[in-house]
């Protein structure tokens, strides 16, 4: 299962290790999941995780916050953006994660702001879930094998 993850899902791993966004990471990185990102969207990632805000409600230090980051950074797979849909979206980070996940085929876009990717990432075909549904359908999988 190939997936994209929101910005907003890899800050909820950082800051709820036990939640539905770092099981999401625990998947990826028992090779049961493929995390998908250009180069541009995990910049973003970078910067957004070692935002102040972040660092204190983490309650983790900006050491931790990079090794989580370089932790990630070896469970994506990259994605070469061959193609640029801009503007499809309102907010230009958003646009780097529909980008990653069409270019990158993947199954499903995971993000808690479903509402900033429709009805772009539907034109699409782009499954968009929220993390507790990637995680359900990531059992299915199991189940199925």
């Not at 890899?10 to 966004?21: C, D, E, L, N, T």
């Not at 993390?131 to 189940?143: D, G, K, M, S």
Request: hydrophobic letters at 50%; one cysteine or more.
């Amino acid at each position: 299962m190939k997936l994209v993850l929101d910005t907003d899902v890899i800050v909820a791993a950082m800051r709820s290790p036990k939640g539905a966004s770092a099981a999401l990471l625990l998947a990826a990185d028992a090779g049961e999941v493929e995390l998908l990102a250009t180069v541009p969207l995990y910049i973003e990632y970078e910067a957004v995780c070692t935002r102040a805000e972040h660092i204190l409600a983490s309650g983790v230090t900006l050491e931790e916050v990079e090794q989580f980051l370089d932790g990630l950074a070896d469970l994506i797979s990259p994605v070469e953006p061959w193609f640029l849909w801009r503007p499809q979206l309102r907010d230009t980070g958003d646009e780097l994660v529909l980008e990653a996940a069409i270019n990158g085929r993947a199954d499903s876009l995971v993000t808690f702001n479903r509402a900033d990717y429709r009805p772009a990432a539907t034109s699409f075909g782009m499954p968009i879930l929220l993390p507790r549904e990637a995680l359900q359908a990531l059992r299915n999988v199991r189940r199925s094998q």
